[in-house]
């Protein structure tokens, strides 16, 4: 019996009738321009007293409610409607945000009009039921209601008839709680099919999910290379500077200023990419970071000696790519700086020609290959990434004349597209 009732008045139940309540006064007015549209078309009858009057008016309304919720807007009114009172399943999610396909604005124009429709008749029933029951179950109680009952005083002077009347009435109220609970679940069954994400919701959640992970991956790129080159060149210059501590102050001077200059740079660079990650929007507009205008500062405090030649103007370079290759750049050194020759000199070369930039940087092989780092190794493929987000390529690799060659092609512009 606990179960019945808990499915009839528990709490759920009671916020579902509510629902339709809300869906009733939503009918109202439809329902008001309905009333008048059928007493025009019917002068002898009046249409809020006569049944099928009401009935017509009641049918004139749910095309109009349809209509309207064709609107954008609407979806999202009734989303925050059901989510708050249809109690439903939460494996069975709701589409947020307007509707913007043909499909979804039509999902949510049915939905609507089920909605006001199973609330109008619900809110109908609870109006005229529940005083009506009330009345009944409290026949033989107050006399006055006898005599007030003109047309039916005859058969209240049967006992039977007031002895059944308390049960009666309390048999309405359960019947109206029957059908408003069927009506609300009705509705939250239908909920997720009506107002649930499209094929083209899921497609656009998908494309967002993917431009927010393709932005993250370049936040950790840009992490990676910036801060692993400084802590790279801090390593180097701090062990060069303890080595010769006590025999060339002067040297050690000059490193910890490097040092100093190399963190404050870093830290700068990191604070900017975690104010992205904090940022609502995607902050692919402020990743551009230095570029090759900015390469003589990192060659001076890099912690290599770098023998530098270019061919061509870098200034001239668009600033998307200038920054990719300053990054670029940037990891050939780090690299260079991990497993090179200590001392020995990186070749760098960079070429601006009509149409791609090209860049090669050689550095010396070690006579044993490096052991690579547990969790490293992103910085080459961070380099082919970033070279192919600009349609360009690169090449990483020994050579048979005993150096390792970073080469990396980049168009100056994006390749134009082939008409269809």
Known sequence: ????????????????????IIGGALLMPYFLVGTVAVGL?????????????QLAAFGCALPMAAVTALLPTARPLSVAAARALCGLAP????????????????????????????????????LALVPFAVCVAALPFVPALRESALDARPALDHTWVLA??????AAMLVALAGCAAAAG?????????????????????????AAELAVRNRLARELHDS?????????????????????????????????????????????????LLRQDGDGSDALAGPGLDALGGLLARCGVPVRYEADGDPGAVP????????????????????????????????????RELTLVLDSALPPRPPVPRPGGGRGLTGVKERALLLGGATEAGPRDDGVWRLAARLPLHAPAKEPR
């Open 1 to 20: 019996m606990t179960p019945l009732i808990a499915r009839l008045a528990g709490r759920r139940a009671r916020l579902r009738w509510l629902h339709l």
């Open 41 to 53: 078309y019917a002068p002898g009858v009046n249409p809020f007293t006569s049944l099928p009057a």
């Open 91 to 126: 494996d069975r999610p709701l589409a947020d945000g307007p509707a913007a396909s043909r499909q979804a604005r039509a999902r949510s124009a049915a939905w609507f009009t089920l909605h006001v429709g199973l609330g109008g008749i619900i809110s109908g029933m609870t």
């Open 164 to 169: 059944v009347a308390p049960p009666a009435g």
């Open 185 to 209: 679940a009705l509705l939250a069954n239908r909920a997720p099919v009506l107002l649930g994400p499209t094929p083209d919701d899921r497609l656009a959640a998908a494309e967002r999910r």
């Open 227 to 275: 801060v692993g080159h400084a802590l790279s060149a801090v390593t180097l210059q701090a062990g060069a500077a303890r080595r010769v501590l006590d025999s060339d102050p002067g040297f050690v001077r000059e490193a910890l200023a490097a040092i100093e200059e190399t963190t404050r740079r870093t830290v700068g660079e990191l604070d900017a990419v975690l104010g």
């Open 319 to 354: 600033g998307p790519v200038s920054a990719e290759a300053y990054r670029i750049v940037q990891e050939g050194l780090s690299n260079a700086l991990r497993h090179g020759v200590p001392g020995s000199p990186v070749r760098l070369r960079v070429g601006v020609g009509p």
